[in-house]
Each structure stands twice: as structure tokens, then as C-alpha cells.
């Protein structure tokens, strides 16, 4: 079953325009929620992560936005550049699953310049 | 070396061979993980040891057969293997578990099976 929804699967931005991934999850007892980057050839690398108890962080021109009632997470990244094409995934987790990271399907961003 | 290394970082193999995939991880961290990706689907969990126990194992099929001899090293064998089974392998690290620390991960082993 899966249990983070990620949308969309590929997305096209210029550069300096707002990028937007989604993500919605089914287990209220997610308690954590990181952003991973991916670029070509290599593995994914934590960007920014939020927990529950905040509806927003920021770290620099990326913002996660929470919705706890709605179930649901995105990841905003303001002023695109073409250095940002790569795949991201979000990815959710819980304390009681320990080393279990539930990631979404993944988002294929392309910033033209 | 620094961070996660995993080799080799490309292997083609035939159904009816072994191979085996090799992590190491030069962080001093106590916990590492096997994950599979392939293309348009999530990463899916494999294996998980943590101090060298292994304390997940999700469902994967025993024609996978990991191995941590010690913190700093981890290996997946392969043996009688399906097309299905071509993807990228990631090996990953951490510091504690998965909500509180940081997963680090290596360049991944591409691995095509015949």
C-alpha cells in the first residue's frame, strides 16, 4: 500500500519561477518529513525536513509548507535555477518504525534557463 | 574517502550467476541500509542493520542475501536473479534512526540482469 503520494511525476520551470511538489500521506503517526534531492549518477541527499508541530520552514529558497489536517506536504522553491534540475522525493517516517523512510514516487524537475 | 562508497557502481550479470555489492561508510555512523530504486516508483526499503544486526528485512525475496561483518561495511549478494531485478541498489548510512538523523546515501550500484 502506498502510503506517500507524491505529484507531480515531472515538471518543467524557467528559471526564476516558483517550482511546487506535493505530497499527501495516509498514517497520522508520521512524525517526521524530509525532502531528498537527487541528481543524475549520484544518491539522494537530505534538502530540508519538517516535523508536525510547525506549519512551515524555511532554509534559504526552500520552503516546506505542512497541512496536518489535511495530511498533506510540499515542497516550494522560489527563484528556480537550472542548477536545481534533479528528482526529488519526500519521504515521511515514525518514531515507533525506527529506521523505516517511506518515500513518495519521486519528482523529475527541469529548470530551463 | 569520504562519505558512502559503493561498488561496483555497474554490473551486468546473467541469471545464473553471483555477484555481490559492496558499501562502506566512513562516517562513524551505527546504522546502514540497502534501499532499491527503479524508474517512476518510490525506494523501497530492503535491509536494515543497525550495530550489525540486521532488524529489517522486508520481504525481499532470498535470492538477495545481505551481510554486515562490521559498522562500517555492508554487502548484498546476488544469486539467481530476475530482469526484474534490474535497478539501482543504494547503500545508506545513518546516525540513529531514520526520523531523527539523516540518511546518507552512496552513488548506487546499476545493476542489469540478463
Known amino acids: 500500500q502506498q502510503q506517500v503520494k507524491q505529484s507531480p511525476q515531472s515538471l518543467i520551470v524557467q528559471k526564476g519561477g516558483i517550482s511546487i511538489i506535493n505530497c499527501a500521506y495516509e498514517?497520522?503517526?508520521?512524525?517526521?518529513f524530509p525532502w531528498y534531492q537527487q541528481f543524475p549518477g549520484k544518491g539522494p541527499a537530505l534538502l530540508i525536513a519538517?516535523?508536525?508541530?510547525?506549519s512551515e520552514k524555511k532554509e534559504g529558497r526552500f520552503t516546506i509548507s505542512f497541512n496536518k489536517s489535511a495530511k498533506q506536504f510540499s515542497l516550494h522553491i522560489m527563484d528556480s535555477q537550472p542548477g536545481d534540475s534533479a528528482t526529488y522525493f519526500c519521504?515521511?517516517?515514525?518514531?515507533?518504525?525506527?529506521?523505516?523512510?517511506?518515500f513518495g514516487e519521486g519528482t523529475q524537475l527541469t529548470v530551463n534557463p | 574517502e569520504t562519505g558512502v562508497t559503493q561498488t561496483p557502481r555497474h554490473l551486468v550479470m546473467g541469471m545464473t550467476n553471483k555477484k555481490s555489492l559492496k558499501c562502506e561508510q566512513h562516517?562513524?555512523?551505527?546504522?546502514m541500509y540497502w534501499y532499491k530504486q527503479s524508474a517512476k516508483k518510490p525506494l523501497e526499503l530492503m535491509f536494515v542493520?543497525?550495530?550489525?544486526?540486521?532488524?529489517e528485512n522486508n520481504s525481499v525475496p532470498s535470492r538477495f542475501s545481505p551481510e554486515c561483518p562490521n559498522s562500517s561495511h555492508l554487502f548484498l549478494h546476488l544469486h539467481t536473479l530476475q530482469p526484474e531485478d534490474s535497478a539501482l541498489y543504494l547503500c545508506?548510512?545513518?546516525?540513529?534512526?531514520?526520523?531523527?538523523?539523516?540518511?546518507?546515501f552512496g552513488e548506487g550500484s546499476r545493476l542489469t540482469v540478463l
Open positions: 545508506a548510512s545513518s546516525q540513529g534512526q531514520a526520523n531523527t538523523g539523516e540518511l546518507f
Open positions: 498514517n497520522t503517526a508520521f512524525d517526521y
Open positions: 519538517i516535523r508536525p508541530d510547525v
Open positions: 519521504a515521511a517516517s515514525m518514531e515507533t518504525s525506527g529506521s523505516r523512510l517511506t
Open positions: 562516517l562513524g555512523h551505527n546504522a
Open positions: 542493520y543497525s550495530l550489525e544486526e540486521r532488524v
